[in-house]
C-alpha cells in the first residue's frame, strides 16, 4: 500500500504553519518559502517550536531540514503593547 504523502514517487512532508497542515513542496525550504507557503505576512517572524527545546526564530533567508509533523507559528515582528 502506497503513503498518502506520496506523489510522483517523491514522500511529501507533512508540516503545520498556525495550525494549518501543508504539504511541504520541497526539503529543505527557507524561512520565506515557508511563509509563502502558508500565507504569514511579510511583517510576521515565523517560529519553529521543536518539543523540549526553546521555540527558535526562522529567518527568510534561512534553510530548514524539515521533519514530517513539524510545527511553525506567526507572530507579529514587533510587539506594540498598548497600540490596541
Same mark, same amino acid.
Given at each position: 500500500?502506497? /503513503?498518502? %504523502?506520496?506523489?510522483?514517487?517523491?514522500?511529501?512532508?507533512?508540516?503545520?504553519?498556525?495550525?494549518? $497542515?501543508? +504539504?511541504?513542496?520541497? %526539503?529543505?525550504?527557507?524561512? =520565506? $518559502? @515557508?511563509?509563502? @507557503?502558508? =500565507? &504569514?505576512?511579510? %511583517? !510576521?517572524? #515565523?517560529?519553529?517550536?521543536? *518539543?523540549?527545546?526553546?521555540? =527558535? +526564530? &526562522?529567518?527568510?533567508?534561512?534553510?530548514?531540514? #524539515?521533519?514530517?509533523?513539524?510545527?511553525? !507559528? /506567526?507572530?507579529? /515582528?514587533? @510587539? %506594540? *503593547?498598548?497600540?490596541?
Amino acid at each position: 500500500m502506497e /503513503s498518502k %504523502n506520496r506523489d510522483d514517487g517523491k514522500e511529501k512532508i507533512v508540516i503545520h504553519i498556525d495550525k494549518k $497542515e501543508f +504539504r511541504a513542496p520541497k %526539503n529543505p525550504m527557507t524561512g =520565506q $518559502e @515557508l511563509k509563502t @507557503l502558508g =500565507q &504569514v505576512p511579510a %511583517n !510576521y517572524d #515565523l517560529w519553529h517550536k521543536i *518539543p523540549g527545546k526553546d521555540d =527558535q +526564530r &526562522v529567518p527568510d533567508d534561512e534553510s530548514v531540514q #524539515l521533519k514530517n509533523g513539524d510545527h511553525f !507559528y /506567526s507572530a507579529p /515582528s514587533t @510587539l %506594540n *503593547p498598548g497600540a490596541y
